[in-house]
């Protein structure tokens, strides 16, 4: 079975700066679908980005961007110019490529809560 | 906004109660996936419903029951109700069964006392 691992519970970045969020996975399988996840207070789930295991380019929407590493089962995702609306957690999501009967479900991460200071 | 609705936004019952948490996808959307948040377990998937049809099943517990209707509504039936079921129930679509991306309501708060 497939499982998604964030191994920093919190993270703290300065408004303005660079900040990295790790995320690791296990699977067997080739073909599957990375995303980065954020849930403000508000709670809604929202999409932050997404990768194709497929594509050697890195993903990349505005300020945040991944590096994806296939081979380490990497996918981090970096934000860049954080402001002050970028606190919430984030939460790594695998999902297979729900094909000859495969669920299509998405696996998360624990999550990383980041706050950002002024 | 997502275009999700789940109602109702919050819900407090007794243990051993029943419940019904509704989701209305987005226009279009065949598929509607369940999944339950709490803080021991994490994001958790329930099932996946597809045009009416179940399509798959995560962790979903015996008392934990769900349908998808002709008009693609959905409804999460949650039944004899313990304290540990206290959790935030999200509702997610897609416009395919195999579509990579879901979106998500807002979520269902329930808390059981």
Known sequence: AQTVTQSQPEMSVQEAETVTLSCTYDTSESDYYLFWYKQPPSRQMILVIRQEAYKQQNATENRFSVNFQKAAKSFSLKISDSQLGDAAMYFCAYRSPNYGGSQGNLIFGKGTKLSVKP | ?113
Do not use: M
Not at chain 2, 43 to 72: H, T, V
């Open chain 2, 1 to 113: 906004d997502s275009g999700v609705t789940q109602t109702p936004k919050h819900l407090i019952t007794a243990t051993g109660q029943r419940v019904t948490l509704r989701c209305s996808p987005r226009s279009g959307d065949l598929s509607v996936y369940w999944y339950q948040q709490s803080l021991d377990q994490g994001l958790q998937f329930l099932i996946q419903y597809y045009n009416g049809e179940e399509r798959a099943k995560g962790n979903i517990l015996e008392r934990f029951s769900a349908q998808q209707f002709p008009d693609l509504h959905s409804e999460l039936n949650l039944s004899s109700l313990e304290l540990g079921d206290s959790a935030l129930y999200f509702c997610a679509s897609s416009p395919r069964s195999y579509n990579t991306e879901a979106f998500f309501g807002q979520g269902t708060r329930l808390t059981v006392v």
